[in-house]
């Protein structure tokens, strides 16, 4: 019994250190919290092997999660930028927006690519073409894309 607690006990390492490690490389999927809270309970669980036949398990579980969870928000808090208030774009508030053209625009698809306020819109334009470096300006949003018309 307790090689197989023991044995338990790792693998719950290995698989937090896993979930961290998809934290570090793929950020904000909250992977941090279970990450942490199974590297503690599998740390326990070597240390006193006894645990996971009482009901201790749940209260260290049910607290390791919540300090973890704290935690994360903590860091993330301190690790994000502090802009002040969020700033949110749709292509209904861009109407009268300059930009930068970054992929040829044509008239019959949506395959060029405009970027407006440092954020990458499909755009298309009433008619003709704009090259790659042109200024444009939004004149209307329809479905997913931006029409453009250049200054």
Same mark, same amino acid.
């Given at each position: 019994?307790?090689t197989?607690? $023991?044995?338990? #006990?790792?693998?719950?390492?290995?698989?937090?250190?896993?979930?961290?490690?998809?934290?570090?490389?793929?950020?904000?999927?909250? @992977?941090?919290?279970?990450?942490?809270?199974? !590297? $503690?309970?599998?740390?326990?669980? @070597?240390?006193?092997?006894?645990?996971?036949?009482?009901?201790?398990?749940?209260? !260290?579980?049910?607290?390791? =999660? @919540?300090?973890?969870? #704290? =935690?994360?928000?903590?860091?993330?808090?301190?690790?994000?930028?502090?802009?002040?208030?969020?700033?949110?774009?749709?292509?209904d508030? @861009?109407?009268?927006?300059? #930009?930068?053209?970054? %992929? %040829?625009? &044509?008239?019959?698809?949506?395959?060029?690519?405009?970027?407006?306020?440092?954020?990458?819109?499909?755009? %298309?334009?009433?008619?003709?073409?704009?090259? %790659?470096?042109?200024?444009?300006?939004?004149?209307?949003? &329809?479905?997913?894309?931006?029409i453009?018309?250049?200054?």
């Amino acid at each position: 019994m307790v090689t197989e607690v $023991i044995a338990i #006990g790792w693998i719950l390492i290995v698989i937090g250190v896993i979930l961290l490690l998809l934290e570090a490389f793929n950020p904000g999927f909250f @992977l941090a919290v279970p990450g942490t809270t199974l !590297i $503690i309970i599998g740390a326990i669980s @070597l240390l006193f092997p006894e645990i996971f036949s009482s009901t201790w398990i749940i209260l !260290i579980g049910i607290l390791t =999660a @919540l300090f973890s969870a #704290g =935690a994360t928000v903590w860091i993330y808090s301190r690790i994000t930028a502090d802009s002040g208030i969020p700033y949110t774009v749709s292509r209904d508030s @861009l109407s009268g927006k300059e #930009g930068i053209v970054i %992929k %040829k625009i &044509e008239s019959d698809n949506i395959s060029g690519k405009v970027e407006i306020n440092n954020v990458e819109w499909s755009a %298309k334009t009433p008619a003709g073409i704009i090259d %790659k470096g042109k200024k444009v300006r939004v004149i209307a949003s &329809e479905g997913v894309h931006v029409i453009v018309e250049e200054i």
